[in-house]
């Protein structure tokens, strides 16, 4: 069964409290965009934040760093975060993996970036988590070219029997996430699709795909 991820991106940052209490029994885990407004061009949230939403929810906490400087910061999310994803374009992969213990790690790929890059690095890593969009802001559109990554690395997860999950991150929506399932994602995290109309129904066609 596919595992759905609610990115809070899309929330109204004043009531986060109250979203941890309607997703949390919902989805699986709740996914943090950390954006410096250097890597990317924008600026979300940090550790006073995501410290405080740990003490409103158990559910699991994944870290998505979008920072110049995820060799440095990983630490400061460990304590409330139980998964840390970086992106292969910021940091060299070696240097955090090896620096990182304690949590679920994770490589993320922009959307231009070569899937090859992140390969050597499947055995090291929990997730492998592709952008379907440019990394910075929620409501994009789902770029296509990401289904052959998705396709591309299942086969080789397969093959090799490994633990490491695809996920996919941006554009998510009915249309989108069945692609998404057929090229074989293990993961799907939406955000603005999972704030309007009918979310539990959203969901469970959501964790229906296979």
Not at 19 to 24: C, D, H, L, P
């Amino acid at each position: 069964m596919i595992e759905i991820g609610f990115s809070i991106l899309s929330s109204d940052f004043a009531e986060l409290g109250s979203v941890m209490g309607k997703y949390e029994n919902l989805v699986d885990f709740i996914h943090m965009d950390i954006m410096d407004g250097n890597f990317v061009p924008n600026l979300t949230f940090g550790v006073p934040v995501i410290d405080s939403l740990r003490k409103k929810t158990k559910i699991l906490f994944e870290a998505h760093l979008m920072v110049t400087n995820p060799l440095r910061q990983w630490e400061w999310y460990a304590k409330s975060c139980e998964r840390i994803l970086f992106h292969i374009e910021a940091e060299n992969p070696k240097r955090i993996l090896k620096k990182m213990k304690g949590v679920e790690k994770g490589i993320v790929l922009n959307p231009e970036t070569d899937v090859k890059k992140i390969i050597p690095f499947l055995e090291e890593i929990d997730v492998a988590l592709l952008m379907s969009v440019a990394p910075g802001f929620a409501g994009q559109k789902f770029k296509g070219e990401v289904l052959k990554k998705i396709f591309r690395l299942r086969n080789i997860i397969d093959r090799k029997n490994l633990k490491c999950k695809i996920s996919v991150d941006g554009g998510i929506n009915h249309t989108t996430a069945k692609l998404c399932s057929e090229a074989g994602v293990h993961q799907i995290i939406a955000s603005s699709w999972l704030t309007t109309g009918d979310v539990a129904k959203k969901i469970n066609f959501l964790k229906s795909l296979s």
